[in-house]
């Protein structure tokens, strides 16, 4: 049988036309399917800028690359302070505790104001509170800076965006708007709780965010108080959790950030802390484990380390009794200290545009019980039992035998 003529090129050229278009239909296929977890995979937002007002302060990501984080000296600032807070109190116009346990409001202060003495009663206030609330602020991200140098060397994030304007690469940006709508089948709520950079081998101290840019209702941020957790269980679990060390990870985040087809600046890390660490100036006990960065308790079979996360971590969400939630206007910002609380934010605000500048000044390393009683001579404590006392209050004693139901109506 003679052979069949054919043209060579232009049946390869067929092939490889329809093969480009497969490939391209399945890559599209790919993007349109690909789930994007907003905690560990930020967006650059829309490119609409003519006529926005902090455009230069919208997402970049820079190409660069930085060297691992080292252990730098650090003081708290709360450690100057005068315990009863008499120079910043009497420059506010009222101070509003929103709950008993977490959360103050400060009315009145412009903090560009603020002496070096107001500066670090503001640390004690946010190590004792948690967090600390201020509206109606003018003071530009260089103040904002200038105020969080007080408390620390700046942290520069790894992953995240950092604003367009050269110079501030220790700026971190929280920005949300029409461009990405949050995949709820990306994430659960629970997983969005978190402390900053948990696995830094220093995280984070009195951490600032100002929103500059929202919506007329919607995008709070709500706290979660480390102190009240610890302060909420039973002595002998307290006991058991303080001789706890548990893994932190970075590398979810620098693989969300990749997945994004960002560039990681910084190659991630694991750290070991404890899971209850010791506040430096209080003395108090706090429970620090975070569904965000905290993967393992170490030194336990798996699923004990599953079990005593999973509960920490819905304690940390749904225990309301812990929280604040704050709604922000533009020119908010909060203090909190990332050593003892943890923070989620509401998506419920799309396609509306939220925009924020984060300042994260390094604090400690985390110290044991163990560890801050060895260094210090001092016993830590439970902040409930401590408030207790203040009130002149009769410590309730830990009862054995079997428990009676008891509770209130609302």
Do not use: C
Not at 113 to 131: C, F, N
Request: no cysteine; glycine share 6%.
């Amino acid at each position: 049988m003679a052979p069949v003529a054919t043209n060579e090129e232009s049946g390869n050229g067929t092939v490889d036309r329809v093969a480009e278009l497969k490939k391209a239909q399945a890559n599209k296929l790919i993007e349109e399917t690909r789930i994007i977890n907003p905690f560990y995979s930020p967006s650059a937002g829309n490119e609409n800028d003519d006529d926005y007002q902090y455009a230069k302060y919208k997402p970049y990501f820079p190409v660069v690359n930085w060297e691992p984080l080292t252990e730098v000296g650090v003081i708290d600032r709360g450690h100057f302070a005068d315990p009863d807070k008499k120079a910043l109190f009497s420059a506010a116009q009222k101070v509003k505790h929103l709950t008993p346990a977490i959360g103050t409001e400060l009315v009145g202060i412009d903090l560009r104001q603020l002496t070096s003495e107001q500066k670090d009663e503001l640390a004690l206030l946010v190590a004792e509170r948690g967090v600390v609330f201020f509206r109606d602020q003018e003071l530009n991200i260089h103040e904002q800076l200038d105020i969080a140098r007080h408390f620390g060397p700046l942290h520069k994030h790894a992953t995240t965006p950092v604003p367009r304007e050269s110079g501030l690469e220790e700026v971190h940006i929280v920005y949300n708007d029409a461009a990405r709508r949050p995949d709820a089948s990306a994430f659960s709520k629970i997983e969005l709780w978190h402390s900053d950079v948990t696995y830094e081998i220093q995280p984070p101290s009195t951490t600032s965010l100002k929103v500059i840019t929202g919506p007329e209702y919607g995008g709070d941020t709500l706290w979660s108080s480390g102190y009240a957790l610890y302060s909420s269980l039973s002595p002998s679990m307290q006991t058991y959790l303080e001789g706890l060390t548990a893994l932190h990870s970075a590398v979810a985040q620098a693989e969300g950030s990749r997945a994004a087809g960002l560039h990681v600046r910084r190659e991630p890390i694991e750290t070991v802390h404890p899971v209850v660490r010791v506040h430096p100036v209080t003395g108090w006990k706090s429970v620090y484990v975070n569904p965000g960065f905290t993967r393992r308790i170490l030194g336990v079979p798996k699923p004990e380390s599953d079990t005593i996360l999973n509960f920490l971590f819905h304690q940390v969400a749904e225990n309301v009794d812990f929280q604040v939630r704050f709604h922000w206007e533009p020119n908010s910002i909060a203090f909190w200290d990332n050593r003892i609380v943890t923070h989620t934010a509401t998506f419920d605000f799309w396609p509306q545009t939220r925009h924020a500048l984060r300042a994260t000044p390094h604090g400690e390393k985390p110290e044991s019980v163990e560890d801050y009683e060895r260094r210090t001579g001092n016993v830590a404590k439970d902040r409930q039992i401590e408030i207790w006392k203040q009130q002149g209050i009769e410590v309730p004693q830990s009862k054995k035998g079997p428990s009676r139901a008891r509770g209130y109506n609302d």
